[in-house]
């Protein structure tokens, strides 16, 4: 096809730094609630760390990052979206001064980045609060974590200012109300939690967000700070006026966590809802404030989309989805039971441009599915992923589409461009990546990497621009 894409366009992967580093004990890092959590969201946390935890090992790329970091500059990466791992900066949480050590990782990592020429794009929160301070503060419910957030964000502007010009400042924020543990470190289990301690936590990573906002206008005004949602398009299951109305209601329950960050004050809409569920948000004085210290610009992460009805007789769920939603007829699924959806990519990049008009970034699309490790015939392992290359392909077809349509869109980073532990399930046979990491559920393994033929393909796709994308006239 020919290239919609600008070329400026940021090509490039994401991870998670408690999905690959390893390295959980080593220089003086705390535990995050990732360490307490060995099969992910599937099975109750533990007290401690136990060694059926595939990430306390991850891929190993703690020490292996300059290795990888190669890799991904061979298939032509302009951008590597990565996160910090709170507990390497400040073990606890509460500290008043940093550790150093776990300030020079990033610093080599980002150097290495560097090197060959890409970006970082940081997240500043992703999924691994501090453990002390889900235990001890039982996470976002509390204001304190505004402070904890606020001092963790000045250290890393002041040291990476310069080195980060893009960062993100918590991952799938809208993901606390579905897991508040993993996402919001919220100690007491979900059951015990009212709508109304879910939305002042809310309220509090909202604050802090804009607060990361201000100061990094302040401390690295080159810079570009940007919000991170979880888009999940919502369709009405039928032309019927009530799914309708259904699929708005649901769609606004979501969209408020972009809006607040892009707009800089409480949509009027979801007054309603929180009449209806008894919710009164706590506004401390200057809150609504510090709201008004907007985003540079939206990222998302987009691999599904649903359906919602006004009937509940056709509530019928779709397995794997951290957000429940009623399945779309006309779809097919991953092996995860994900819903396969390419023109609700479009629709998306649409939707939020015509509502913010502020640039957009992808900055996780991607399939999950068990890859087999083969010889080539030049003796060479690989694996032949076309499932992969199709479903991103397909994807990729309509951002270039959305561009034509007008929308300003950033860049992309497909979600684990390296084999890594999954976040939902804490397990290695969910696969993402370019490159095969070879590691298995049972922690076994040489952690060797190895190029898929998805890695040669992308590499293509950066090359080109997006010119070698093969449009199947949707």
Not at 358 to 367: M, Q, T, W
Request: with cysteine; aromatic share 12%; net charge negative.
């Amino acid at each position: 096809m020919t290239t919609a894409f600008p070329k400026d366009f940021l090509w490039g992967g994401a991870v998670a730094a408690n999905q690959l580093e390893g390295a959980y004990n080593t220089d003086g890092k705390g535990l995050s609630v990732q360490d307490v959590m060995p099969h992910g969201i599937t099975t109750p946390r533990t007290e401690g760390p136990t060694e059926d935890n595939l990430k306390l090992i991850g891929i190993d790329f703690y020490n292996r990052y300059k290795e990888d970091v190669k890799l991904f500059a061979e298939m032509g990466f302009k951008v590597f979206r990565t996160s910090i791992a709170w507990s390497r900066i400040f073990p606890k949480g509460d500290e008043l001064e940093p550790n150093e050590k776990g300030l020079q990782f990033y610093d080599d990592l980002f150097d290495e980045c560097h090197k060959y020429g890409i970006e970082p794009l940081v997240t500043i929160s992703h999924y691994e609060t501090p453990l002390h301070l889900s235990k001890t503060y039982d996470g976002w419910v509390n204001r304190k974590m505004i402070e904890f957030y606020e001092r963790y964000v000045t250290v890393l502007f002041n040291r990476f200012k310069g080195k980060v010009k893009y960062w993100l400042t918590f991952n799938e924020i809208n993901s606390i109300l579905e897991e508040p543990f993993m996402s919001g470190g919220i100690y007491t289990p979900k059951a015990e939690l009212s709508k109304q301690d879910l939305y002042q936590a809310i309220h509090h990573e909202l604050v802090a967000s804009a607060l990361a906002v201000k100061l990094g206008h302040e401390i690295m005004p080159e810079a570009k700070i940007g919000c991170m949602v979880l888009s999940m398009p919502t369709y009405p299951l039928t032309p019927n006026p009530d799914d309708v109305v259904a699929a708005m209601h649901a769609e606004q329950r979501n969209d408020i966590f972009a809006d607040i960050h892009a707009r800089g004050y409480y949509p009027k809409y979801i007054n309603r809802y929180f009449k209806a569920n008894n919710i009164n948000i706590k506004f401390e004085d200057g809150d609504a404030e510090i709201l008004k210290h907007t985003v540079d610009f939206i990222s998302f992460s987009y691999y599904v989309s649903i359906c919602e009805t006004g009937d509940p007789q056709k509530r019928v769920e779709g397995k794997g989805n951290l957000f429940a939603g009623v399945q779309n007829p006309y779809l097919k699924a991953s092996e995860w039971g994900w819903q396969i959806d390419p023109q609700g990519l479009r629709v998306t990049l649409n939707k939020y441009w015509d509502r913010y008009q502020k640039p957009l970034f992808i900055v996780e699309n991607g399939l999950g599915a068990v890859d087999e490790l083969i010889t080539d015939e030049n003796g060479n392992k690989t694996v032949n992923d076309d499932y992969r290359i199709q479903y991103l392909n397909d994807h990729l077809v309509q951002v270039a589409e959305a561009i034509e349509d007008g929308v300003e869109v950033m860049g992309y980073t497909s979600w684990g461009c390296i084999d890594l532990v999954s976040a939902s399930t804490a397990e290695m046979k969910k696969r993402y990546g370019f490159i095969y990491v070879d590691r298995n559920n049972d922690g076994s393994g040489t952690l060797d990497r190895y190029k898929k033929k998805s890695f040669h393909w992308y590499k293509e796709v950066i090359g080109t621009n997006g010119a070698s994308l093969k449009s199947d006239n949707h």
